[in-house]
């Protein structure tokens, strides 16, 4: 089993940053693909960024590209999502994800954006005021 804790999220204004963080605990051994997800009432649940953790290879939505920025380190077993120049729509809550299924570099690359992973964290709330 693996254990996810999100932390991090908080109240900022557009064009501010924010980096979240999930720290894992357990079995990570063989979570070879990582992601932050995001979802706000309503609506599914969508790909923000993704990570091979074999690597370090990343992966990114459209809508984030050149803003925000995936990050793990391995020695403290935390993933992390930096986010510059928010903006009001990126407002959801984010969830960390590990998976024991993508095991190879393509099959995360793939499927790092559907949301059909073993482990998640409970959530942190990013909210960006206009």
């Known amino acids: 089993q693996v254990q996810l804790v999100d932390s991090g999220g908080g109240s900022v204004q557009a064009g501010g940053s924010l980096r979240i963080s999930c720290v894992a605990s357990?079995?990570?051994?063989?979570?070879?693909?990582m992601a932050w997800f995001r979802q706000t009432p309503g609506k599914e649940r969508e790909g923000v960024a993704g990570?091979?953790?074999?690597?370090?290879?990343?992966y990114y939505g459209d809508s984030v590209k050149g803003r925000f920025t995936i990050s793990r380190d391995k020695g403290k077993n935390t993933l992390y999502l930096r986010m510059n120049n928010l903006k009001p729509e990126d407002t959801a809550m984010y969830y960390c994800?590990?998976?024991?299924?993508?095991?190879?570099?393509?099959?995360?690359?793939?499927?790092?954006?559907?949301?059909?992973?073993?482990?998640w964290g409970q959530g942190t709330q990013v909210t960006v005021s206009s």
């Open positions: 994800a590990a998976s024991r299924w993508l095991l190879e570099k393509s099959m995360c690359a793939g499927s790092w954006r559907q949301p059909r992973y073993n482990f």
């Open positions: 357990g079995n990570t051994h063989n979570s070879n693909c």
């Open positions: 990570i091979y953790t074999g690597d370090g290879s990343t």
